[in-house]
């Protein structure tokens, strides 16, 4: 590898390197996975020193690959995790074994990436340098696994650059970024089992017809063995909720997994968030066919624990005993939040606040948020509806998000405007309501940074 001299650009700090990174655009010319191949060839090809599992999908890729993630580090594996966006630090992004990557290690990598990929006239776009930092800080660390989870679509994305995955999984596909991959579900599966490789297994939610064809078509051509995961091969037993004893086991939900790997297992989950079992069941059967393969060893009880410790923030998360923030921003999203919502205020625990939960939102400009909007006041969930910007240049006006809710919302049901995040939700924090937090990954950001 190209070792640094006195005529290399340094940064020194952390801050030098978020500034320069938050200058450049998130999309540049060429795709990523051209950009990606040139990268990482130029780097050694460091991807190809340890096993990849790599996760496409519109939602729940995250949770995906954090329970993955976990199951492979219970099981004595050193396991890279890479995911995105970021909440908090850039540096959330890259992790091992649940630590985010240090900030010398993060400053050390960043300046080989810059300084190689200049050396060679190739401009990186946002995305290309973490997954650049991430390889080189793998491969370093001697991981046993990454897993790896794209950044857009997945044909073309950067970390489609990786050739040799050992197992492909493909998550829920819905209609998002219709302006880069497509405005209909079969011309976004495309761009999404466009990281199906030739021999490698794919696991693939499957409740999507159409979807499904196209993945299970493309798996034919590769010669993948394809295995779905639908919601008849999960039920959930229990979703039991006590927001008074939330540090206590007090949030939980049981569910049975059957199908070609688990013979009616009891799983338990430490949430309520309802589509963290589809996401668990996707996760958990991508973990049995790596062991059918001989590529892992892991036994049942370990297993089983680390769905229980798996916690992956922002995904209908406590922060304290009566709020939760959730960083569904789609109309799919939306619609698995409020299945989550509508049944915690059904719960026996919550028999007294049924239908009296108040709601704190933001959305940015390139969403479906007339849908959004539409689906969270037809779950009659909220009394309350409470609305702020974030976002920074994307943000969308509150004049439109309020004309959106005035459109949909009970006429009994109160509404609430605030140009400033930090005043809407120390608002929101006076309540003494189940409070939920929604729309925006960037409002779940600047929630959890308070």
Not at 330 to 352: C, R, W, Y
Not at 432 to 444: A, H, K, P, Q, R
Request: net charge negative; hydrophobic share 40%.
């Amino acid at each position: 590898m190209p070792q640094l001299n006195m005529k290399d650009t340094i940064f020194l700090k952390l801050s030098e390197i978020e500034r320069f990174l938050d200058g450049i655009p998130q999309f540049i010319e060429g795709t990523g996975v051209q950009r990606g191949r040139k990268l990482l060839a130029q780097l050694r090809n460091p991807e190809e020193s340890f096993k990849i599992i790599h996760v496409a999908g519109t939602n729940g890729k995250g949770s995906v690959c954090s329970y993955i993630s976990e199951a492979l580090t219970a099981s004595g594996y050193k396991t890279g995790l890479f995911t995105s966006p970021h909440l908090k630090t850039m540096r959330e992004r890259i992790r091992i074994d649940g630590r985010i990557i240090s900030e010398e290690d993060f400053v050390k990598y960043f300046n080989e990436i810059y300084n190689i990929a200049h050396s060679i006239g190739l401009e990186p776009a946002y995305f290309d340098y973490f997954l650049g930092i991430a390889m080189l800080y793998y491969k370093a660390e001697s991981v046993d696994f990454c897993v790896l989870e794209t950044g857009l679509g997945g044909k073309l994305d950067a970390t489609n650059a990786i050739s040799s995955p050992v197992l492909t999984v493909i998550t829920t596909i819905s209609l998002e970024h219709t302006a880069i991959l497509g405005d209909t579900i079969a011309k976004i599966a495309s761009e999404k089992a466009g990281i199906i490789k030739k021999n490698v297994p794919v696991v693939y939610q499957a409740d999507n017809k159409e979807a499904s064809q196209i993945i299970e078509n493309e798996a034919v051509k590769s010669g993948a063995v394809a295995i779905p995961v639908s919601s008849k091969d999960y039920t959930v037993i229990k979703l039991h909720f006590d927001y008074e004893n939330i540090k206590n086991s007090g949030v939980y939900i049981d569910f049975l997994l059957h199908n070609e790997y688990y013979k009616n297992d009891c799983i338990r989950i430490g949430t309520t968030a309802l589509y963290q079992v589809e996401n668990c069941s996707l996760a958990l059967t991508a973990i049995g066919v790596l062991k059918e393969n001989n590529i892992i060893s892991i036994n049942d009880e370990t297993l089983k624990n680390a769905a229980a410790n798996t916690h992956w923030a922002g995904r209908m998360e406590a922060l304290g005993h009566n709020i939760y923030v959730d960083g569904a921003h789609n109309p799919q999203g939306i619609k698995a939040f409020t299945a989550s919502v509508q049944q915690m205020l059904a719960t026996e625990d919550d028999k007294n606040n049924k239908h009296k939960a108040v709601l704190l939102f933001s959305v940015v400009s390139d969403k479906n948020y007339k849908e959004m909007v539409r689906i969270l006041c037809e779950s009659v969930c909220f009394k309350e509806y409470i609305i702020t910007c974030t976002g920074g240049v994307r943000k969308r006006s509150l004049d439109t998000i309020k004309a959106a809710f005035d459109e949909y919302r009970e006429s009994d049901s109160a509404i609430a405007a605030f140009d400033d995040f930090e005043e809407a939700f120390n608002y929101v924090k006076c309540k003494n309501e189940l409070v939920f937090c929604t729309g925006s990954l960037y409002l779940t950001g600047d929630i959890e940074k308070i």
